[in-house]
């Protein structure tokens, strides 16, 4: 009896809050509805009785009159409230009353739910974390990475000289603002003295507006000024805010404080937001602590030195930036002091890129895969849900049956289960959003895993509405099936006390053997590209990476050299001394000095070449330089032919060279390399030894060129002490930090770090995929296990009648367990066939994702058969036992 | 339910109530059963009961408004009363009806040849 007319949207809407406040005051107007219905009558049975009727018959009389008195309350209630909310509730009750009475089915359910929803809501965080929400920074839109296109010489080759800096800052039109941070510092680079034992802390330099082209803001005190970025300024630091709690105790009052810094006074001039991670944007994995301002004029005979982002023009676009990029590129000295500097970046094309994409644009296949598979799992467990459900639909066949024939229609039952697989599914979401609560706590806690981003992993209100949105999907996914299978049964076939018809089981068990194939199928393609995935890990952890990571560890040392023309014979009786002593430590069985260890900084200085001989610019690779002392080679177990340095090699002796393989190769084709000249830098050099390559930047990659001086002979930057021992590399931390520090009682607490765990930290980001997609196939496997066995058990417990006819008819246990197996073999594998199929065409897909691993990898294939061929025997054969075991008598008698 | 008995067609119900409500003024929902069977001469098939789902639909839009007070013969009642937007869609809806029931009635003329 709905008004047809129609109504103005404004009458619509206070309908709508209307019913909405009717529904929540329902015990007062129901009062009122009672009240006015009695006076109704009241009206009534008064005015029959003038009429001259009896009491009972104006009563009588007026209740006929009045019609059903519930059922026009109910019409009341309808118009007046909501009733499908009412409706919902009702349902929503009576579907958790049905669900308690199952507790082990309802557990089973919400479990796997809560561990499919779980893992989407983790790795939706994750994306949202690293690909979705942008940077932490304002209008984080307009930056960008200013670089060359990535190289074979690493950071060197992706930076700017100060002047060149200053003059791109000058010339160009199209940015805001250019800043730039020094890109060749360590960790542990600073430390913190002055109160107690020397406490080592990264520092990393940043042009004086840096923070300002970012657009972050200080929680407390200022940014730098530009007159702290000038020559002889006296010197300032901003504190990361997670290092101002640990260090300070969170304390503002440190805001204009000096804090001693390398022995020197230095003022802390703020403190940055907790929003701004430095680490997690521009070096995934480290920590910084703090930041200084660049004083350019000290740094501008260093070379490429400066990383840099630039904050576009709001009104242009990136194109158009690069447009003027182009133009003031080529007129960049390497150095303004050097005239024939000119032009020194043409050769190089800068290629902005937003700075978003350079932050995790790599990130992106491999997320997107790990978001499928994580979307394959959810589907494997709707349609693991609504097997389960259709299983639990078919005993509950005269439930449904009885409700059909009392009146219900079939779309209040197909609604009735569709809330029954809501609520099963919100207490899953439930559970799951806890389980993703830990997940992305604990990976927001991973520091060790080299990925951008991962600090501010959280399940915030975008994960939240994706839970719900998925829960509800998933509902719908699972809850439809047995639902419209329900809605179409017979009510008279039902409600015999024969149970379902033997058409309708037959009907219902293709169903689930359908739900089954496409459950085992999507296991498959799981497996398949989990097991490339762990294939491509394995062969990156077997990649020869021209050193033995195990059994050594290294330390940041300090040592003072003085920093003067005699510095390189100091650094060389300093070492010499500290060598000896460390090597005699019991368990040490070799020690060297390096300035940067491979895989993490590194730097190029121009690249060896033989005199007189005309190299095309750009013939050469940039070489990676490192300066080490005679130990190092062997104590980071590379392979070296030819000679290593001795402590002879110093400031005075013959300048030496060792070349990698790869330098020396290109140089000496003929392979006579030890002994001959190099000229590098203008300076000859004699090479006295060739190493194996090394991975210096990355373990995936081809290693380019490197050269090794000793350490005498050129300034290293920082030293690191490597050790290798027999024993396990941590034993040994006690007794050599004791030993640096009785030789320099101001060597700060630096980390003992296995070389080990560099390597590790490299190959996290695979790690981390790696372990994700694994972890989902596994699951995978195990729910396409239980689909097969609760199809096959399913079976069995039907045919139980049958199998008993045939056992008394003769046939054998052998047989019998066959039969079953058979039907799980004939599912398992149309389910594996079509799941290959899947599986090579997704290989293909991750192509790029894997590592000397083909995506046709026959040993992964035939693997994923194995696993989930024996997944499924042991599924069916279980069941094929209990019908072994059935009774014949007592299977005849039951029924 | 016999056949002398008009069936109500959907909405006719709202706008009889708001019609009793505009000629009658304040009124309890017998009231306007009362009313609406004797103008229709009991034609009208109402289980009154039915009219409390009407009120309160059209209360819910905001066409008639409802205070509870005391009738002439002392008895505690619910006086329903229409408001302006209720006249204003008591005025649309009857020229709507009018309109309606003027072409049927032409339709159910209709002969043949014509």
């Known amino acids: 009896m709905r008004g047809k007319e129609p109504k103005s949207v404004a009458g619509s809407a206070r309908e709508v809050v209307n019913r909405s406040r009717a529904f929540f005051r329902k015990k007062r107007l129901d009062h009122d509805l009672n009240e006015e219905m009695e006076s109704h009558l009241d009206f009534a049975i008064e005015e029959n009785m003038r009429r001259g009727l009896s009491q009972e018959e104006a009563r009588r009389q007026a209740m006929i009159r009045f019609g059903g008195v519930m059922q026009a309350k109910e019409l009341q209630r309808e118009s007046r409230g909501l009733p499908g909310v009412d409706v919902f509730i009702q349902d929503a009750k009576y579907a958790c009353r049905i669900l308690l009475r199952d507790k082990s089915f309802t557990l089973i359910a919400v479990l796997i739910l809560a561990l499919g929803i779980g893992a989407n809501i983790a790795v939706f965080s994750v994306v949202n974390a690293i690909l979705v929400r942008p940077l932490p920074f304002r209008d984080s839109q307009q930056l960008v990475w200013m670089a060359p296109a990535a190289s074979k010489c690493g950071f060197s080759c992706e930076t700017y000289t100060a002047d060149a800096y200053d003059e791109f800052r000058a010339m160009n039109r199209a940015f805001q603002d250019v800043a730039g941070y020094f890109a060749f510092s360590s960790s542990d680079n600073m430390k913190l003295t002055g109160r107690g034992q020397p406490k080592p802390a990264t520092g990393i330099l940043v042009t004086q507006n840096f923070f300002q082209t970012l657009g972050v803001e200080p929680v407390y005190g200022r940014l730098f000024l530009s007159e702290e970025a000038r020559k002889g300024a006296r010197p300032v630091v901003l504190l990361a805010n997670a290092f101002w709690r640990r260090q300070f105790a969170g304390d503002p009052g440190i805001v204009g404080q000096p804090i001693d810094i390398d022995g020197k006074p230095t003022t802390v001039v703020g403190v940055l937001p907790e929003s701004f991670d430095f680490g997690s944007v521009f070096s995934p994995g480290a920590k910084v602590d703090m930041f200084a301002p660049t004083i350019l004029d000290d740094m501008r005979p260093w070379g490429n030195i400066l990383a840099l982002v630039g904050r576009v023009k709001p009104d242009l676009t990136v194109a158009q930036a690069q447009a003027d990029a182009n133009i003031v590129l080529p007129k960049l000295y390497f150095n303004v002091n050097m005239p024939d500097s000119l032009g020194s970046y043409k050769d190089k094309p800068m290629q902005l890129m937003a700075l978003k994409e350079y932050v995790s644009g790599k990130l992106r296949p491999p997320l997107i895969v790990l978001w499928c598979a994580v979307g394959t799992i959810l589907l494997i467990v709707c349609v693991n849900l609504a097997n389960l459900m259709l299983a639990r639909a078919a005993t509950r066949t005269k439930e449904f049956a009885l409700r059909l024939a009392l009146g219900a229609g079939r779309i209040r039952l197909i609604r009735q289960l569709l809330t029954e697989s809501l609520v099963l599914s919100l207490a899953g979401a439930a559970l799951g959003l806890a389980i993703a609560y830990g997940i992305t706590d604990f990976l927001a806690h991973q520091g060790s895993i080299a990925l951008p981003m991962l600090n501010s992993i959280r399940v915030d209100g975008d994960a939240l509405a994706w839970t719900v949105a998925i829960a509800v999907i998933a509902a719908a996914l699972f809850g439809i099936v047995p639902g419209l299978k329900v809605s179409r049964s017979d009510v008279q076939e039902a409600l015999k006390d024969s149970g379902p018809g033997m058409s309708e089981g037959r009907k219902h068990e293709r169903m689930r053997a359908f739900l089954v194939i496409s459950e085992v199928a999507m296991a498959c393609v799981l497996l398949v590209g989990a097991g490339l995935l762990l294939r491509s890990f394995l062969r990156v952890l077997d990649v020869d990476l021209g050193f033995q990571p195990s059994h050594a560890a290294a330390v940041k040392v300090d040592y003072d050299d003085g920093n003067n023309a005699n510095s390189g014979e100091r650094r060389g009786i300093i070492f010499r001394e500290m060598l000896r002593q460390v090597e005699a430590i019991p368990g040490v069985e070799s020690a060297g000095v390096v300035d940067y260890l491979p895989l993490e900084r590194n730097r190029s200085w121009g690249s060896p070449g033989i005199k007189g001989k005309h190299y095309e610019p750009g013939e050469r690779p940039g070489a990676f330089v490192y300066m080490v002392t005679p130990g190092y080679l062997q104590a980071m177990g590379m392979r070296l032919h030819g000679r290593d340095f001795t402590w002879d090699d110093g400031p005075k002796g013959e300048p030496v060279i060792i070349l990698n393989h790869a330098a020396a190769h290109y140089l000496f084709p003929a392979d006579n390399a030890i002994g001959s000249m190099v000229q590098m830098n203008g300076e000859d050099r004699r090479v006295i030894g060739v190493i194996q390559d090394v991975h210096e930047a990355n373990v995936e990659g081809t290693p380019g060129w490197q050269v090794y001086f000793p350490v005498m002979q050129e300034n290293p930057v920082g030293a690191e002490l490597v050790v290798r021992t027999k024993l396990p590399p941590e034993a040994l931390a006690g007794s050599v930090m004791g030993k640096l520090r009785e030789l320099n009682p101001n060597q700060s607490a630096a980390e003992f770090r296995t070389i080990q765990k560099i390597v590790d930290h490299a190959v996290s980001p695979r790690r981390f995929f790696v372990l994700l997609v694994v972890s989902f196939a596994v699951f995978g496997v195990a729910l396409a296990a239980l689909g097969i066995y609760g199809v096959i058990s399913y079976s069995v417990t039907q045919r139980t009648q049958e199998i008993g006819i045939r056992m008394a008819l003769g046939a054998t246990v052998g047989r019998v367990q066959l039969g079953v197996i058979g039907n799980t073999v004939r599912l398992a594998l149309v389910g594996i066939v079509l799941g290959t199929a899947a599986s090579y065409l997704v290989a293909r897909g991750i192509a790029a994702l894997l590592f000397g691993t083909a995506p046709t990898d026959p040993i992964t294939f035939a693997g994923m058969i194995l696993v989930l061929g024996s997944v499924a025997l042991l599924a069916g054969y279980i069941p094929a036992r209990r019908a072994s075991r059935i009774n014949p008598m007592v299977a005849l008698r039951n029924n | ?114």
């Open chain 2, 1 to 114: 339910m016999t056949d002398s008995k008009l069936d109500l067609l959907q909405g006719t119900l709202d706008l009889m109530v708001l019609q009793t409500l505009s000629v009658m003024g304040s009124l309890h929902g017998y009231g306007i059963a009362r009313r609406i069977e004797q103008i229709s001469d009991d034609t009208v098939l109402l289980n009154q009961g039915t009219i409390y789902a009407a009120l309160v639909r059209l209360q819910h839009r905001g066409w008639i408004a409802a205070e509870w007070g005391i009738s002439d013969n002392n008895r505690k009642a619910k006086f329903y009363s229409i408001t302006r937007a209720g006249k204003k869609q008591l005025a649309k809806d009857a020229v709507y009806w009018q309109r309606l029931s003027e072409m049927m009635g032409r339709v159910l003329n209709m002969e043949a040849g014509e």
